[in-house]
């Protein structure tokens, strides 16, 4: 059985586009951390089902030590509590699938992981055409979102969800409100290549070991992820059925 890779946002052709700007050295930034992840992804050696763990604190350190150096300067409008960009469909890697899923294993009761799966499930089927393209003005909260508007998986907040930032409020606010694909939010390329980076090395480095290394709507990847208890050896094996009938990020 061999993992299929299906079409994707091309990263690397955003990068390749912004690579003279003189601005920032976001193309650097960027080639940096998919170089630094990839080698990572590929040297990696160690039990198969630790690997979901060592990949998702491996690339999430790399993030979060990128952010507070560039995110730091940038000054972002982002604050706790402000959730606009937490009402829109997530996606994850089943790397980030499987350590969300082992993470809230661990931290809640059977009960509560149960109500989480109830909500999950209530998410997925709202997603009309199995599509999160065109579920993009779907506004339903995350089931990951606290009631106080904080993510309460921050810690293993996907990658995609650590590139969300913004310089205006009112323009988050307006995305909420209106037609998320007529209103542009202020965002910096220099934090969206350099995050992009490391999205780059987990799709090229993935597949070069035998991975499922797609992208997939996020709380359909978290239940496939609790679904089963071996999910985590079954994916370091390269088995493509944990994550086959989850919905796909085609965005
Ligand atoms: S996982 Fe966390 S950061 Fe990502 S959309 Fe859900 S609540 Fe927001």
Redesign the pocket.
Known sequence: MGIKTHPRPDYAALARRHKNDSEFSFFEASQANQKAIQSHILEDKGPGEQLAIKLSDATHAHASGFLEQVGRKLGTACEKGC?Y??HQP?TAFPFEALRIAGALKATRTKEQVEALQDKMRARVRDLKDSSVRKNMNNKTA?P??SDENQ????EN??LT?RMAHSFSVQRCRQSFEKDRAKVQIPMSLQLLTGISGIIEAAFEGLPKKRLDGNLYE?CSSVLAALAHPEAAAQWAQGDPRVFKDCIKDDT
């Open positions: 959730s960009c937490c997530a995350c990951l979102l993510c309460s998986v921050y907040r996907p969800c996020l």
